[in-house]
T-cell receptor
Framework: DAEITQSPRHKITETGRQVTLACHQT?????MFWYRQDLGHGLRLIHY???????NKGEVSDGYSVSRSNTEDLPLTLESAASSQTSVYFC???????????FGSGTRLTVV | GQQLNQSPQSMFIQEGEDVSMNCTSS?????WLWYKQDPGEGPVLLIA?????ELTSNGRLTAQFGITRKDSFLNISASIPSDVGIYFC????????????????FGKGTLLTVNP
């Protein structure tokens, strides 16, 4: 069965370190998205991609970057982790937004 | 940009009660979606709505696409403990001619707690 997987599920890192969160989907979806979820803020869009070599900034992109070298993967990199980036991160993919997004199970990141 | 106002923010109910929540916007939406997020997991799509006035059911869940295209409602009948979670509305806003929009707009969610 097709799926979307995120790794790791939990990570603790130190302030200032570079961190990469992985997202891999086997749906062959062109559209992929990264969100962070914080209490009181719901889901906030970080970056998104409509296809290979395409990346776009979302509403909270500062301090984050993504790259899309193939259809399956959209890794999210925190260039220099800050305590404000402690959050739960969700990756999602979509064939068409009308069909909704398929979400991964999330990565809980703690920056100490 | 378009925003979705979802209410209530949280609900605490007794098992067996019916639940209603809604999502409103100042903008017109083409599509409304309702998601549920179980604790520790990602959101999962429950219901999708594509036409104004459309009423769709999924088991004990019923959702409606508002006539004005600016709102949507989700009802859960006879709640059970496994209904606990966060419910999100999401929508695709109407874009101008020549524009494109492949992004969903999400509400902030309704946290539902069911007391057995």
């Amino acid at each position: 069965d097709a799926e979307i997987t995120q790794s790791p599920r939990h990570k603790i890192t130190e302030t200032g370190r570079q961190v990469t969160l992985a997202c891999h989907q086997t749906w062959n979806h062109n559209n992929m998205f990264w969100y962070r979820q914080d209490l009181g803020h719901g889901l906030r869009l970080i970056h998104y991609s409509y296809g290979v070599q395409d990346t776009n900034k979302g509403e909270v992109s500062d301090g984050y970057s993504v790259s899309r070298s193939n259809t399956e993967d959209l890794p999210l990199t925190l260039e220099s982790a800050a305590s404000s980036q402690t959050s739960v991160y969700f990756c999602a993919s979509s064939e068409s937004p009308g069909f909704g997004y398929t979400f991964g199970s999330g990565t809980r990141l703690t920056v100490v | 940009g378009q925003q979705l106002n979802q209410s209530p923010q949280s609900m605490f109910i007794q098992e067996g009660e019916d639940v209603s929540m809604n999502c409103t916007s100042s903008s017109i939406f083409n599509t409304w979606l309702w998601y549920k997020q179980d604790p520790g997991e990602g959101p999962v799509l429950l219901i999708a709505l594509y036409k104004a006035g459309e009423l769709t059911s999924n088991g004990r869940l019923t959702a409606q696409f508002g006539i004005t295209r600016k709102d949507s409602f989700l009802n859960i009948s006879a709640s059970i403990p496994s209904d606990v979670g966060i419910y999100f509305c999401a929508g695709i806003p109407l874009v101008s001619r020549g524009g494109s929009n492949y992004k969903l707009t999400f509400g902030k969610g309704t946290l539902l707690t069911v007391n057995p």
